[in-house]
Structures are given as structure tokens and as C-alpha cells.
Nanobody, 121 residues
Framework: QVQLVESGGGLVQAGGSLRLSCAASGSIFAINAMGWYRQAPGKQRELVAAITNGGSTNYADSVKGRFTISRDNAKNTVYLQMNSLKPEDTAVYYC???????????????WGQGTQVTVSL
């Protein structure tokens, strides 16, 4: 089994910064893509940013130039640096990982429990 544990959420004023972290642990042979999604009240979950194990990144248009995703493969950890935060960034942020477990033939997708990010005016 694999667990994803997020940290770093909180309350920040508009224009401020936060850094989210997500550490994967358990029966992990390799991790392919890792990413961050968010879900605001009354809205669908959406992709914020993703990164491959080779370091290629992909961002939602709404966060380009403000958010940066990175990962430490040795620590099975993905980060999301969020700068110039806006009230519309308020949401629960979820970590996601595509994991190949030991002894398994294919990958499986895992989710973290979510961390609240609230941006006030």
C-alpha cells in the first residue's frame, strides 16, 4: 500500500506565498507523474500542475507564472510553490501520484487527503 501525506496549507493574504509538500511512502518501486489538483466549493476538481519523473512540467493557465511544481525523486516528494496568491486560489489542494508498486505489473493512482488553502483579501 502507498500513502501520500500533504502539508503546508493554511491561511494567507492575497499576494502572499505558500509552499505545499507531499511525501509518498509505502511499497514503492517507482513513481511516474506526480501532481497537484484543487477543488473549490461547488466546483469540480481541477489539475493545477503536474511533473513527470524526468522533470517535465504542465500547469493550468490560471497559475502559470505564479506557481512552480518540483519534486525530489530520492525522497518521493513533490512540492508546489505558490506565489502571488489570489482569493480565487482558495480550495482544498490534493496531491496525486502514479505509482508502480513492488512486484506489480502496472501502476496505480493514489491521492492524498487534501490540504486547505485559503487566500483572504
Amino acid at each position: 500500500q502507498v500513502q501520500l501525506v500533504e502539508s503546508g496549507g493554511g491561511l494567507v493574504q492575497a499576494g502572499g506565498s505558500l509552499r505545499l509538500s507531499c511525501a509518498a511512502s509505502g511499497s514503492i518501486f517507482a513513481i511516474n507523474a506526480m501532481g497537484w489538483y484543487r477543488q473549490a466549493p461547488g466546483k469540480q476538481r481541477e489539475l493545477v500542475a503536474a511533473i513527470t519523473n524526468g522533470g517535465s512540467t504542465n500547469y493550468a493557465d490560471s497559475v502559470k507564472g505564479r506557481f512552480t511544481i518540483s519534486r525530489d525523486n530520492a525522497k518521493n516528494t513533490v512540492y508546489l510553490q505558490m506565489n502571488s496568491l489570489k482569493p480565487e486560489d482558495t480550495a482544498v489542494y490534493y496531491c496525486n501520484a502514479d505509482v508502480l508498486g513492488w512486484g506489480l505489473a502496472g501502476t496505480k493512482e493514489y491521492w492524498g487527503q487534501g490540504t486547505q488553502v485559503t487566500v483572504s483579501l
